[in-house]
């Protein structure tokens, strides 16, 4: 009798399995929405679409699919955003590219661009500029939003510079944009927009120093700390902006600026002994946090 060879079932992953494989790594790491999160990742990383995911449950996955899923997988569970490794962030309704050189955009920043908007003078096409444009997705939804404006941003990174334009092609609108590499409003100078500017954004750095380290992984692991801290208060760029401005705004031009929880006070209180400001407003996000602060250069 020939000896009976015992053959071990090994079980294949299928792709039916991968989504509550992924997900289980990822509570373990303690993400929350982690069955969300799975679903996207496994689209991504396989070039799916949700639907293939139902369909195709009992495909068993190949090699490199089952090392692909792993790789996503190990970098979300050391906290690296999910934007980063999607590579692109909804803004505005338009998706921006995102990478470590540039801060992922946050939904509250669209506030800004809506507030500047609906500010601006009817026929007259504006010179509006986004200082610390990172991704560009600010300036690039301006261009959108108003074709005739004439827009510069500006950014002290290179490297942000970069995606902000890759953006910008992306999006049809690298022609109406000129870039300027600097120190927040440095870059204007010998432009000959002296009082022409009808409205400055910013969304500068805010948090204090002090904060970085307790942020959540994904924040100060990955985003650029450049982006994100300002100094010992976390006003001192906004401060910069508001002594700045003034040169360049024309009389009744707006510098609109997003802060920081609990910011707008001190620096409301700096503005009212700034005669160059005629009028400050702080409007509220959707959480009921004051989130911008804008002021109008006096006539
Ligand atoms: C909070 S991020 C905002 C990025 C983008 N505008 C957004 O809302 O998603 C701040 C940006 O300002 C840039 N930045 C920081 N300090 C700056 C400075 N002194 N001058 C110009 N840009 C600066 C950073 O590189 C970063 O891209």
Not at 128 to 143: E, F, N
Not at 150 to 161: E, G, K, M
Not at 238 to 267: C, I, N, T
Request: with cysteine; charged share 25%.
């Amino acid at each position: 009798m020939s000896p009976s060879v015992q053959h071990k079932a090994v079980h294949r992953p299928t792709l039916g399995s991968a989504v509550p494989d992924m997900r289980r790594r990822l509570e373990a790491a303690g993400i929350d929405s982690a069955e969300q999160e799975a679903l996207w990742l496994i689209e991504h990383a396989l070039a799916l679409t949700g639907l293939h995911q139902i369909v195709d449950r009992e495909r068993v996955l190949t090699d490199p699919e089952i090392a692909k899923l792993h790789d996503v997988a190990t970098r979300r569970v050391a906290r690296e955003p999910l934007q980063y490794i999607l590579g692109t962030q909804e803004f505005c309704g338009l998706q921006f590219e995102v990478n470590p050189t540039v801060l992922i955009p946050r939904p509250e920043t669209e506030l800004l661009a809506h507030e500047i908007i609906r500010r601006l003078p009817q026929g007259t096409p504006p010179t509006l500029m986004d200082v610390g444009t990172g991704s560009g997705c600010l300036a690039v939804t301006l261009a959108r939003s108003i074709p005739q404006a004439r827009i510069l941003a500006t950014d002290i990174s290179t490297q942000a510079l970069e995606t902000a334009m890759r953006n910008a092609r992306r999006h049809g609108v690298d022609s109406s944009i000129t870039w300027l590499h600097g120190d927040l409003l440095g870059p204007l100078r010998g432009l000959g927009l002296e009082g022409m500017v009808h409205a400055i954004l910013a969304n500068p750095p805010y948090i204090r120093e002090s904060e970085w380290a307790g942020l959540q992984p994904e924040v100060s692991r990955y985003e650029p700390r450049l982006a994100l801290v300002a100094g010992p208060r976390g006003t001192e760029v906004h401060e910069r902006l508001l002594r700045e401005a003034v040169f360049y705004l024309m009389p009744g031009g707006w510098l609109a600026m997003e802060v920081g929880e609990g910011q707008s006070l001190d620096l409301c209180s700096k503005i009212a002994a700034m005669p160059d400001y005629e009028r400050v407003e702080v409007v509220p996000d959707e959480a009921g946090i004051n989130r911008m602060v804008i002021v109008r250069r006096a006539r």
